[in-house]
């Protein structure tokens, strides 16, 4: 049924693409037997829950779902090698945003490009998945995956909505006093916003920043309850 064991543990579905398929080529590649490289976590998850695993060759190091996908370096300095990419002879390339020099640089290659965004409101990444499974010749996979994340949502909702104030750590230096954290803009601090919970990140964020640095004192003076 193009369905493979292991799923995300929290929402399988929540990278997604959050401006759809991206054609940065005018070559066509049976998408069965497409090469995958995914310089996106989210993308990587997308890509094996819907069952096209076994075609990433390649995804970046931040991709820790699931386990045993082939992780390793595709990024310099932040931003997408195209070097270190088209080394691994991809037909379909995820990135994580839009980068007009890298994808200019793999059109010229022959490669097929998707975006996958995620920062984009649970609805918005959900509307995407009919395409993404079209990109990947796994339509059935996509409505599935999709009934199941609705499915989800519904009965967790149905408990809420919950007055409290959470903080979401990414992760920290101590040393440093710097904590990484998640605002509602996050893939999760959106599925924490569908309960009515406040992300105490807001707080402190600058418009549309989606993991905003906190220290101790921003944290403590926020009064999170969880």
Known sequence: DGSMPGRSPLLPASGLFADGVH??????????????????????????ALGAGPQVVAADMASLYPPHAPRTTLTVDGRPSEELILAFDPDLVILPRSNSNVMRTLANA????????????????????????????????ARALRATVE??????????????RVYVERESDVAADRYLSDTSLSPIGQVLSLFGVEVIADLWANDGEATPDLNTAQVLASGPGL
Not at 25 to 36: F, P, Q
Not at 111 to 140: K, S
């Open 23 to 48: 054609s940065s080529s005018d070559v066509e590649v049976d998408a069965a037997s497409m090469r995958i490289v995914s310089v996106s976590p989210m993308g990587t998850d997308l890509v094996y």
């Open 151 to 164: 499915d989800a949502l519904a009965a967790a909702l149905s408990g809420g909505p919950y007055d409290v």
């Open 110 to 141: 022959g490669v097929e490009v998707l975006i996958a965004d995620e920062t984009q409101p649970v609805e918005a990444e959900l509307q995407q998945l009919t395409a993404i499974g079209e990109a990947l010749a796994r339509v059935e996979s």
